[in-house]
């Protein structure tokens, strides 16, 4: 019995270790970790919202309208199964010190970790563990509270971004639409800043969104937005700039798509989502040639200067497509982005819709042939 008692209140001090570990390291560790609570809470409400709440079957508005609480509602989860685990972690632990049923042990530990005093401590080795348990419930709160603000200073960062393309790319963003803009105001020949602008905001994604894995799934305060359509849409404003515009700067768009491809990439990663890393230039993309040639006339009756060869910019913006096309409409996917052109209007590649396998653990991705990564940014 004794051996038993001792085993029990081991695994009680492990399971107590665990979650406090978990919770540092989902709240305070600034670099993307495998947290198993974290992604057992965030995939299994995922499960709740994606395939029963919002089901496939459901409109987009509905759909829209649920999704918008998954993220909140699994921050909210996230601390009481850590509260839950801690209270059972102390509950084998208080039943392997003191004889009594479980169910006195079960109390004790809740009288604890609610501080409420319901139940007090008989014994002195009881009232330290109560002690020590009543602290790791205030340190988890406190965690989950400093957590919170981190969280939507970082979501309001990104949607500003987001809203301003609205005003340069409309609604829902289109390419064409924010070259035509640009081209309308005199800002096609200097879009050296935006370029870099949105550079600035990929490299902030990829760190943000890696650390905080529910933040991918935050929705825009207004429907008809999202981050991942916001990326394709500016790298293929990026793309269309760079393959298709006669005597423009290449560098910085250039580097935007570097930066952009590379952020979408390591989501996909983080998420499990399989890609190629390594595409070559003339691989199928999802665009096809009769819609280039249509964003191309439409480009031209607006009187920007094109280059001259239109067969050799479609290679080229195949060539900047190719990197993120894949990882792009997954995502899109995945997260049930709205309504727009060349990123959530059509299926992946291989009408295979993608899943989120984990959260954090990564996998290796396809490679084909060992060649190296293939981007027109390395010649520019």
């Known amino acids: 019995m004794i051996a038993l008692r001792t085993l029990v209140f081991l695994l009680g001090v492990a399971i107590a270790l665990w979650t406090v570990m978990s919770a ?14 974290t992604r057992f809470v965030f995939r299994g409400m995922r499960w709740i919202f994606f395939q029963v709440l919002a089901g496939p079957s459901r409109s987009f508005a509905t759909r829209d309208r649920i999704l918008a609480l998954y993220g909140p509602v699994s921050l909210l989860a996230l601390p009481i199964v850590w509260l839950i685990l801690i209270d059972f972690a102390y509950s084998l632990m208080f039943w ?33 563990l109560a002690f020590t348990e009543a602290g790791w419930g205030l340190i988890l709160v406190t965690l989950m509270i400093t957590y919170l603000p981190s969280i939507y200073s970082t979501f309001a960062r990104r949607e500003t971004q987001v809203s301003l393309l609205e005003v340069r790319a409309g609604d829902p963003p289109s390419a064409v639409v924010m070259l035509s803009r640009y081209h309308r105001i005199g800002w096609l020949d200097n879009a050296t800043e935006t370029w870099l602008d949105w550079e600035r905001w990929f490299a902030e994604i990829e760190e943000s969104h890696t650390t905080f894995p529910i933040l991918p799934f935050f929705r825009s305060p207004q429907p008809q937005r999202s981050w991942v359509t916001a990326s394709g849409t500016v790298l293929d404003a990026a793309a269309i700039y760079l393959s298709c515009i006669e005597g423009v ?132």
């Open 24 to 37: 540092l390291r989902t709240t305070v560790l600034p670099r993307s970790a495998q947290v198993g609570i």
């Open 96 to 128: 392997a010190l003191e004889p009594g049923s479980f169910m006195d042990a079960t109390s004790l530990s809740g009288s604890s970790i609610t501080t409420l005093g319901f139940t007090p401590a008989a014994t002195g080795v009881q009232r330290i």
């Open 249 to 380: 700067q290449q560098g910085p768009a250039g580097v935007c798509i570097r930066s952009g491809f590379l952020t979408l990439r390591r989501l996909a990663d983080f998420f499990g989502i399989e890609f190629d890393p390594d595409p070559a230039p003339d691989d199928p993309i999802s665009i096809s040639r009769a819609e280039f040639d249509d964003a191309w006339r439409r480009l031209d009756e607006e009187g920007i200067a094109l280059k001259d060869d239109q067969d050799q910019a479609w290679r080229d913006f195949a060539g900047w497509r190719v990197n993120y096309d894949t990882v792009l409409l997954a995502l899109a996917e995945v997260t049930v982005a709205p309504y727009a052109p060349w990123s959530s209007d059509r299926s992946s590649p291989s009408h295979e819709e993608p899943k989120v396998s984990r959260f954090g653990r990564r996998v290796r991705s396809k490679v084909k042939g060992g060649r190296s990564e293939r981007s027109r940014v390395d010649a520019s």
